[in-house]
């Protein structure tokens, strides 16, 4: 599965005198919402609606007198397209951005999306802070695709992508997780020693390399170099940023580290044959270890979780993160109350909850710390990496009109052809200039 697809306990010291505001708020909020319905439509996919439920539950214990209708399916956004095209859209969306009917795009670009903003603007609701201060540092600005500045969508789980590795065989061998590339092919070497191979990926579902390759534009270029492929700049796709990080696919395909047969396989098998110690590497998120729980493994297999490394010591790293999103309609009929049940999701007991019935991480900055009791140590990990200086990111296309050109695809599909020395990084270049090219015209 391609998903385009992050407990801390109350503290004990917690007085009376902060309780009274929250309180307070409480009773003007009944005030103001009693008698009021809610109509919440959730998507139900590999998770169970058991969250959706208990939160509901909670939220209609603390705000007396409302009611909240929910509707939930994994194909819920084709359950309301006809409802939002007549405009009587529920009141509260959840959804990841890829689902596949393109429906919250489409409501994007038609500015049929609340801007959300002010909401994070709005003091949270159980702190004397911005709303917007307890999410993770900067994932809020991922959440303003139009480029306009507005926020459309509001970040509710979030995990990261990066390199899955056997911890425990490293341990055992003695051998250095690679923190530069130049250490990374080192143990190219090393592991034919041993009878592995470097690195494998997803085969026919090559786009798991985002595990990888954009954080690597970033450590050597920035984010500005980021921007330019976004934004599909002229000569943006020819910078040294990205070409060093094509190459490095270049330099596993020349110097035979790539585990054989991995460009035919699916993620499954590539997933499973790195499991059993054929390769050391494969660029993944930590939904690998639920996705992958039946599967044979190597003796004492522990997953351990890999930041991408950075080209020289002292660059800055980075880590690509995915979030799936909130999302309020311009038209819903009880606007301040979706507001209200959205910044709800943000109060850490309702984070508690959501790890408990989910395990899940919320977007908080203590997030993982919340959902630790819930969670296992590779996801833990794989987040706690952000207190640490790793930079998280999310790459974002500009939107452009509907049109049938696939960057990705020239981006992802064409790593097959560098693995099997049928093109050559400088083909590659070529190929993205001439399809960002045309998304530029096509936007002008």
């Given at each position: 599965?391609?998903?385009?697809?992050?407990?801390?306990?109350?503290?004990?010291?917690?007085?009376?005198?902060?309780?009274?505001?929250?309180?307070?708020?409480?009773?003007?909020?009944?005030?103001?919402?009693?008698?009021?319905?809610?109509?919440?439509?959730?998507?139900?996919?590999?998770?169970?609606?058991?969250?959706?439920?208990?939160?509901?539950?909670?939220?209609?214990?603390?705000?007396?007198?409302?009611?909240?209708?929910?509707?939930?399916?994994?194909?819920?956004?084709?359950?309301?397209?006809?409802?939002?095209?007549?405009?009587?859209?529920?009141?509260?969306?959840?959804?990841?951005?890829?689902?596949s009917t393109q429906t919250i795009k489409a409501m994007m670009e038609d500015k049929l999306l609340l801007d959300l903003t002010e909401v994070f603007e709005d003091?949270?609701?159980?702190?004397?802070?911005?709303?917007?201060?307890?999410?993770?540092?900067?994932?809020?600005?991922?959440?303003?695709?139009?480029?306009?500045?507005?926020?459309?969508?509001a970040p509710l789980h979030t995990s990261s992508l990066g390199l899955i590795y056997n911890k425990n065989l490293f341990e055992e061998k003695g051998w250095k997780?690679?923190?530069?590339?130049?250490?990374?092919?080192?143990?190219?070497?090393?592991?034919?020693?041993?009878?592995?191979?470097?690195?494998?990926?997803?085969?026919?579902?090559?786009?798991?390399?985002?595990?990888?390759?954009?954080?690597?534009?970033?450590?050597?270029?920035?984010?500005?170099?980021?921007?330019?492929?976004?934004?599909?700049?002229?000569?943006?796709?020819?910078?040294?940023?990205?070409?060093?990080?094509?190459?490095?696919?270049?330099?596993?395909?020349?110097?035979?580290?790539?585990?054989?047969?991995?460009?035919?396989?699916?993620?499954?098998?590539?997933?499973?044959?790195?499991?059993?110690?054929?390769?050391?590497?494969?660029?993944?998120?930590?939904?690998?270890?639920?996705?992958?729980?039946?599967?044979?493994?190597?003796?004492?297999?522990?997953?351990?979780?890999?930041?991408?490394?950075?080209?020289?010591?002292?660059?800055?790293?980075?880590?690509?993160?995915?979030?799936?999103?909130?999302?309020?309609?311009?038209?819903?009929?009880?606007?301040?109350?979706?507001?209200?049940?959205?910044?709800?999701?943000?109060?850490?007991?309702?984070?508690?909850?959501?790890?408990?019935?989910?395990?899940?991480?919320?977007?908080?900055?203590?997030?993982?710390?919340i959902a630790k009791p819930y969670i296992s140590s590779v996801f833990y990990d794989s987040m706690k990496i952000m207190e640490h200086g790793v930079i998280p990111?999310?790459?974002?296309?500009?939107?452009?009109?509907?049109?049938?050109?696939?960057?990705?695809?020239?981006?992802?599909?064409?790593?097959?052809?560098?693995?099997?020395?049928?093109?050559?990084?400088?083909?590659?270049?070529?190929?993205?200039?001439?399809?960002?090219?045309?998304?530029?015209?096509?936007?002008?």
């Amino acid at each position: 599965m391609y998903v385009i697809l992050l407990a801390l306990l109350v503290l004990a010291a917690c007085s009376k005198t902060q309780d009274q505001p929250d309180q307070a708020g409480t009773r003007q909020m009944k005030k103001d919402f009693a008698k009021k319905e809610l109509n919440v439509a959730v998507f139900e996919g590999g998770q169970s609606k058991d969250y959706w439920i208990a939160v509901i539950q909670k939220f209609e214990n603390d705000y007396p007198g409302i009611k909240v209708n929910l509707i939930s399916s994994p194909k819920i956004m084709e359950i309301l397209k006809p409802q939002i095209v007549t405009g009587n859209p529920p009141d509260f969306i959840y959804v990841p951005q890829s689902e596949s009917t393109q429906t919250i795009k489409a409501m994007m670009e038609d500015k049929l999306l609340l801007d959300l903003t002010e909401v994070f603007e709005d003091q949270a609701l159980d702190e004397d802070i911005p709303l917007k201060s307890k999410l993770i540092d900067g994932i809020l600005e991922y959440a303003k695709p139009m480029g306009d500045g507005k926020m459309y969508y509001a970040p509710l789980h979030t995990s990261s992508l990066g390199l899955i590795y056997n911890k425990n065989l490293f341990e055992e061998k003695g051998w250095k997780v690679p923190e530069t590339w130049d250490e990374f092919m080192e143990l190219g070497e090393i592991a034919k020693e041993d009878g592995r191979s470097l690195f494998t990926y997803q085969g026919i579902y090559a786009g798991y390399n985002e595990s990888v390759f954009w954080p690597a534009v970033a450590s050597q270029g920035g984010m500005e170099a980021i921007r330019k492929t976004e934004h599909y700049e002229p000569g943006a796709f020819k910078t040294e940023a990205v070409r060093r990080t094509m190459e490095l696919y270049e330099e596993i395909a020349r110097k035979g580290y790539l585990m054989p047969g991995t460009v035919a396989l699916n993620h499954i098998q590539a997933q499973a044959d790195f499991l059993q110690g054929k390769a050391l590497f494969i660029p993944c998120g930590t939904w690998i270890e639920n996705e992958m729980k039946d599967s044979p493994r190597e003796n004492g297999f522990e997953f351990g979780f890999l930041p991408p490394p950075v080209f020289e010591k002292g660059d800055k790293p980075y880590v690509t993160i995915f979030f799936d999103s909130m999302y309020i309609p311009a038209k819903a009929k009880n606007i301040e109350l979706a507001k209200e049940f959205l910044k709800y999701q943000y109060k850490e007991d309702v984070a508690r909850l959501n790890a408990e019935k989910t395990k899940n991480i919320v977007a908080l900055k203590n997030g993982a710390e919340i959902a630790k009791p819930y969670i296992s140590s590779v996801f833990y990990d794989s987040m706690k990496i952000m207190e640490h200086g790793v930079i998280p990111i999310i790459h974002q296309w500009r939107m452009t009109p509907r049109t049938t050109m696939n960057i990705n695809d020239d981006l992802w599909d064409t790593i097959g052809h560098i693995m099997d020395g049928t093109a050559t990084v400088e083909q590659w270049q070529e190929k993205l200039e001439k399809t960002s090219a045309a998304l530029r015209e096509l936007s002008s």
